[in-house]
């Protein structure tokens, strides 16, 4: 089962890239570009949730995860402001530069209190 679960998460992982790669290649509204950044989003939507679950089999949290947080955080807010017919900047400046003091010191302190350090001093 498990190595279904891979082989499923790179797959998806190597279509994300590619169509990543066409839908910048591409000017925005064109039907390549459009169509490009629904496989780009289906496939990111498996690489996460495979990732995730892939994740969930261990009891640390993994840097990984958090990356595929923030990664799917970033795409609900792409697709929003698409949705929404927005300038995407704005969003992605907010996410990007305000998500990580909201998102990461409770991952931090969780990690702390499930792996605590020896003083160093």
């Known amino acids: 089962m498990r190595s279904a679960v891979v082989f499923v998460h790179i797959v998806a ?3 994300a890239l590619i169509a990543g ?3 910048t290649r591409r000017p925005n509204g064109t039907p390549v570009h459009r169509r490009a ?3 780009y989003v289906l496939s990111w ?3 996460a949730s495979t990732g995730l679950w892939l994740g969930a089999a261990r009891a640390a949290i993994s840097p990984f995860e958090i ?3 923030l990664g799917a955080l970033a795409l609900m807010v792409a697709l929003l402001a698409i949705r929404r017919k927005q300038l995407f900047g704005a969003w992605m400046f907010w996410l990007m530069v305000a998500a990580p003091f909201f998102v990461l010191p409770p991952v931090v302190g ?3 209190a499930r792996f605590p350090v020896a003083d160093r001093s």
């Open 21 to 23: 790669l066409v839908a």
């Open 37 to 39: 950044g629904r496989v």
């Open 110 to 112: 969780r990690l702390r």
């Open 67 to 69: 990356l595929t947080i």
């Open 45 to 47: 939507v498996c690489f």
């Open 13 to 15: 992982a190597t279509l």
